[in-house]
């Protein structure tokens, strides 16, 4: 009841971002294993459903845990990107996408937090 009651007072961007990095934590959760277990892919799922969390609860923690999230994942799909870019424009494509929603997401969510 208590989390039904917690999604129903967010606003819609703020759902959006929860929505985010739940969905992207989940998403390098099951890429893990598909890409031969690398540890940052796994840190860096498991520090997204973190942020996830803490955002829908809205825990002070949670915004620093975005911006950390915001230097290592830009740091990752640009480091991805320049190896898969003449390769693999299907994995290039989501390199940039998720470099770009990151940094729209981390946007919100630190003007969001100057609200409280």
Known sequence: ???I??????????????????????????????SG??????????ASIIAAYGLLFQRKWSTWLVVALFFVATVFSLYTLYFVIST????????????????????IVVKKSKEY
């Open 1 to 3: 009841m208590q989390l």
């Open 5 to 34: 009651s917690k999604i129903k007072t967010q606003t819609p961007t703020s759902l959006a971002s929860i929505a985010f990095y739940g969905v992207v934590g989940i998403v390098f959760l099951i890429m893990l294993p598909l």
């Open 88 to 107: 693999d424009a299907i994995a290039a494509a989501g390199m940039i996408a998720y470099a770009v929603l990151t940094w729209i997401f981390t946007i």
């Open 37 to 46: 277990f690398p540890p940052h892919v796994g840190l860096l799922g498991i």
